[in-house]
C-alpha cells in the first residue's frame, strides 16, 4: 500500500485480556519496527525484524510482549494479560534496509486501553 | 547506552523563528532525524543529517549538528501556527533502530 497501515486504530481492552495489534508495512520494506509512546513521553523501542535476521528483541519490556512477522509483510504484536500500565499508542514503521535517508515511515499507531 | 535529550516545550510567535535543541550520547551516531507529529497523527520525517555533515538547510529548516558536543539542533525561520506540533529528535547508527528524545511541544503564538 500507499502507507504504513495499523489495526485497530483505537482498543479498548480489560484488564488481563490478551490483544493483538496489526501492521501492514509498506510493499518492499524489508525492515519493521514496533514502537511504544506512553501520554506525554517519547517513543520506546520495542522490537526491530530485518528480513530473515532473528529479529532485535531487546526493548520489549516483559515476557507477555511478543510479536511476529511473516517474510517481509505483516506483523502482529500480541500483548497477554494486559496491564493498566501497557496503555499507549503503539505505533509501527517501516524502511528499506539501507535507506536511512529516508528513515522510517510510520504508521498513524494504535491507541490501547487498559481498563 | 544511547540516550536523546531535548528540552520539554518551547513557545514563539508566529513569524518569529524557533530553535530547537536535542543532545545526544552514541558518538558512533551516523544518522540524525528530526520528526514531527502533530495531534492525533503519525510521525512525520522533517528531515535528517549524516554524521560528516555540519549543516543542512531544507526550505524554512536549518539542521546544525555539533559531532564534538554530541549537539543538534532544528531551527524553523518565519514559524506558522501550522508548526505547532511535537518534534523528536532521534539517531541511529547506520538506519538501525532509531532512539528518540522525548519531543519537544513548538507552541506558536499568533
Known amino acids: 500500500g500507499a502507507g504504513v497501515s495499523q489495526s485497530p486504530s483505537n482498543k479498548v481492552t480489560e484488564k488481563g485480556k490478551d490483544v493483538e495489534l496489526r501492521c501492514d508495512p509498506i510493499?518492499?520494506?524489508?525492515?519493521l519496527y514496533w514502537y511504544r509512546q506512553r501520554l506525554g513521553q517519547g517513543l520506546e523501542f520495542l522490537i526491530y525484524f530485518q528480513g530473515n535476521s532473528a529479529p532485535d528483541k531487546s526493548g520489549l519490556p516483559s515476557d507477555r510482549f511478543s510479536a511476529e512477522r511473516t517474510g517481509e509483510s505483516v506483523s502482529t504484536l500480541t500483548i497477554q494479560r494486559t496491564q493498566q500500565e501497557d496503555s499507549a499508542v503503539y505505533l509501527c514503521a517501516s524502511s528499506l534496509a539501507g535507506q536511512s535517508d529516508y528513515g522510517y515511515t510510520f504508521g498513524s499507531g494504535t491507541r490501547l486501553t487498559v481498563v | 547506552g544511547e540516550d536523546v535529550e531535548q528540552s520539554l516545550f518551547l513557545s514563539v510567535r508566529e513569524g518569529d523563528s524557533s530553535v530547537i535543541n536535542c543532545t545526544y550520547t552514541d558518538s558512533s551516531s551516523t544518522y540524525l532525524y528530526w520528526y514531527k507529529q502533530e495531534p492525533g497523527a503519525g510521525l512525520q520525517l522533517l528531515t535528517y543529517?549524516?554524521?560528516?555533515?555540519d549543516m543542512k538547510q531544507d526550505q524554512r529548516l536549518t539542521v546544525l549538528l555539533n559531532k564534538k558536543d554530541k549537539h543538534l539542533s532544528l531551527r524553523i525561520a518565519d514559524t506558522q501556527t501550522g508548526d505547532s506540533a511535537i518534534y523528536f529528535c532521534a539517531e541511529s547508527q547506520y538506519g538501525n533502530k532509531l532512539v528518540f528524545g522525548a519531543g519537544t511541544i513548538l507552541r506558536v503564538k499568533s
Open positions: 543529517i549524516f554524521s560528516n555533515m
Open positions: 510493499s518492499g520494506h524489508t525492515a
